[in-house]
């Protein structure tokens, strides 16, 4: 095992190796007592820079909260965010034969065309089944396309989610 070499002036809180370099053990400098301290693997409240640098609250979040980021490494507690589930439908006026395989999705208050996007940010059933994207069916665009024509009646069902 190669040895450590550790910064010879090492500066309060400095981080040895960096917080780039993955899969070692990383130190901290520990300026009051003179020594090199094992960062923590795991986040707790109140471990500054422990984790990918970000700095951590003083203290746990109400029940319900999630933990956000401002976008310049600190943390806070913020209310949770429900996901939007917006429903989708197929071009009322291409009905399901049994021979066709490509649909055009719609807004269902609208009927407008709809993109869904990413393209499998999808749910899809058909007569409550879920189908798999990727093998039962693919999207370019707001077309579905199917794998295998779906039956004459089948009722067809989707959900996504949208996006901010």
């Known amino acids: 095992m ?7 002036l090492p500066t309060p809180g400095q981080l040895y190796p960096s917080p780039a370099v993955t ?7 520990d300026n009051t007592a003179g020594v090199w ?14 984790f990918n640098g970000y700095v ?12 956000e980021t401002d976008g310049a490494g600190n943390l ?16 009322p006026t291409v009905p399901f034969d049994g021979v066709l395989t490509t649909f055009t999705i719609v807004d269902p208050a609208t009927t407008n065309a709809y993109t869904v996007t990413p393209a499998s940010n999808i749910e ?4 409550g089944v879920p ?12 077309q579905i396309n199917f794998t295998n024509p779906p ?3 089948l009722d067809f069902f989707a959900v996504t989610v949208t996006q901010p």
């Open 2 to 8: 190669p040895a450590l070499n550790f910064p010879s």
């Open 23 to 29: 899969g070692v053990t990383q130190y901290i400098w």
């Open 37 to 50: 301290n094992t960062v923590a693997t795991f986040m707790k409240l109140n471990n500054q820079n422990a």
């Open 56 to 67: 951590w609250p003083n203290a746990d979040g109400a029940a319900g909260q999630q933990l």
């Open 76 to 91: 806070y507690w913020d209310a949770a965010s429900d996901p939007e589930f917006f429903y989708l439908a197929l071009d």
């Open 124 to 127: 899809v059933f058909l007569g």
């Open 131 to 142: 189908q798999e994207y990727g093998t039962a069916y693919t999207i370019t665009g707001a």
């Open 151 to 153: 039956a004459a009646g």
